[in-house]
């Protein structure tokens, strides 16, 4: 850690981990997304301000938020069940191809270096965003989901893709159950509850990664900082509510543009880290 922090740096880095923390329960609730999408990029940048090695900088970044969303993607999974939207036969059918993706994804984060992660998210963080800015909710693939085994696969490349990203998957989920037919509200309380499948099991396995890993900073286990968790989470659980409640209410596309945009700049903040043009 950076021995020339200030104070008031630290306050700043705390007030900046609890307004992700507010953001990300908030859009957990109202896309049916795991919020990681916001945290990595905020940890990230916090992690570089106190001076965490570079080389575990995004582990860390990954693991930590895939702990705090642990518990908003669980609050806003069991808000849209108690409302009757999740659809649970979907979740059992899908949840334990997600969950195997989620091991190879956690095996395939602990050999990948900084660079590997980073590019994971370049690349998919920009088919989000196209996802968000260009989507149409009237896309259809079929009238319901089919029996094929192609639906269980591409469950399983969302759980990878997700614990790499740090996020619940429902912006990739959410888009398949929509284009089978699935109302959008339906398609996004389901794709929540998938979340947890997502984030619980991802935590534990940066915590198996990371086990032991040299330059983790005090209050960590393995690459995951329980610091940064406990920023994060309380505000994520308060919010969680208020963007299920505005997600049942309100149409979601002018949010859907700005998270587009935010993840556009995430992408940019990355290639220039890659390009060396900042660290």
């Keep these: 850690m950076d021995p020339g922090l200030t104070v008031s740096s630290l306050v700043l880095l705390v007030i900046a981990l609890l307004a992700a923390g507010l953001l990300t329960g908030f859009m957990s609730g109202l896309l049916g997304i795991g919020g990681g999408g916001i945290l990595v990029p905020v940890l990230y940048e916090t992690f570089s301000a106190i001076g965490i090695d570079p080389a575990i900088r995004m582990h860390l970044a990954l693991g930590t938020s895939l702990l705090a969303i642990s518990f908003t993607t669980f609050k806003s999974a069991r808000s849209h069940n108690a409302r009757g939207a999740v659809d649970t036969e979907v979740l059992k059918r899908l949840g334990p191809w997600v969950v195997l993706g989620v091991v190879a994804g956690i095996v395939v984060a602990k050999y990948s270096s900084t660079s590997g992660l980073k590019w ?106 329980l610091v940064g968790a406990a920023a994060i989470v309380p505000a994520g659980l308060l919010s969680t509510s208020w963007g299920v409640r505005l997600a049942h209410g309100i149409p979601r596309r002018s949010l859907e543009l700005a998270f587009a945009a935010f993840l556009a700049l995430v992408v940019l903040r990355f290639l220039a880290s890659l390009a060396g043009i900042t660290r």
Excluded: C, Q
């Design 120 to 225: 994971a998210w370049v690349i998919f963080g920009s088919l989000m965003a196209a996802k968000m800015a260009f989507g149409r909710d009237d896309w259809r693939l079929g009238s319901e989901l089919p029996r094929s085994r192609f639906v269980e696969a591409f469950a399983s490349v969302v759980g990878m893709i997700s614990v790499l990203l740090s996020i619940g998957g429902g912006a990739f989920m959410t888009t398949m159950l929509h284009a089978y037919g699935r109302p959008l509200l339906n398609s996004v309380a389901t794709s929540a509850g998938f979340g947890p499948m997502v984030a619980i099991p991802g935590a534990l396995g940066f915590i198996w990664a990371g086990w032991g890993a040299d330059g983790l900073p005090p209050l960590s286990l393995g690459y995951v900082s």
